[in-house]
């Protein structure tokens, strides 16, 4: 209408799947009680309880809800987790709740997000990993 061009929206991709598409959708009002193992990408919408393995992308949407370990190659939080995350990397959207420990390459908070927990990061080129905890506060920290 009024000659724009609406703009094609393409789905979410994942690079190791060639079909372009989600394997896994828990959908909103859905409540899953076990463990879910996926070998491309999952989307969690409704409220799961267990341990969660995705060998791509593992996106818990605003009204999702994981109280369980996640274990992923990515994962982004627009909803609640509960429990312990190891991605190479996370993401903790604005809205987004994340009570546990994590285990990390590289993360991406937004502000508003909540989190509650340890972090230890992951050295991407080797399995080094180095605890926050260890810095080293009087060098890390001193004013000029």
Sequence with gaps: MFGKKKKKVTPMKNKQNSSGNLTTL????????????????AKIE???RGTVKVNETLIIGTNGTVHGDIHA????????????IEAE????????????????EM?????????NGNCQMKNSSSDNVTNINEADSES???TP
């Design 26 to 41: 828990i959908g909103e009002g859905s409540e899953i009680e076990g463990n879910i193992h996926s070998s491309s990408s």
């Design 46 to 48: 409704g409220k799961l």
């Design 73 to 84: 190659k990515q994962v982004v939080v627009y909803g609640k987790v509960e429990g312990k």
């Design 89 to 104: 990397l996370l993401e903790l959207k604005e809205k987004g709740s994340l009570t546990g420990d994590i285990l990390v």
């Design 107 to 115: 993360m991406e908070f937004e502000k508003g997000g909540f989190f």
């Design 140 to 142: 890390s920290f001193k």
